[in-house]
């Protein structure tokens, strides 16, 4: 939810959210067609912002964890949360 919030604030373009589950491991994909992340990013700075921290501490009480890239297909950037649900 936050995820696509972002998409919507700081990114553009189409919002795409992806579910996949293979092999007890899901992922929840959220990308967007905007400019990218900034130079800077860094998720795991959860301190820094409160939206991001709220993602990740999300992402720990699913036991998994948050990872964010830009695009490779086209502009923009996808941030990935992947959890087993055994947590
Ligand atoms: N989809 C995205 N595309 C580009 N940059 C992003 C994206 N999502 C987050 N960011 C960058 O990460 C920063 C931190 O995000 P975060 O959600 O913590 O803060 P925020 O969205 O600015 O404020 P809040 O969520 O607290 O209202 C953003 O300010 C932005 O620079
Ligand atoms: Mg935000």
Redesign the pocket.
Known sequence: M?LV???A???AGQIDVTYAHDSGIHKIIVC?E?????AD?DPAAADK?????VVISLARQLGGVLSSADREDTRG?C?TVIFTGNA
Not at 49 to 53: I, K, N, T, V
């Open positions: 936050k919030t972002n998409a604030k700081h990114g967007d905007g400019e990218g992340l900034p990013f912002s409160l939206g991001m921290r950037s941030f």
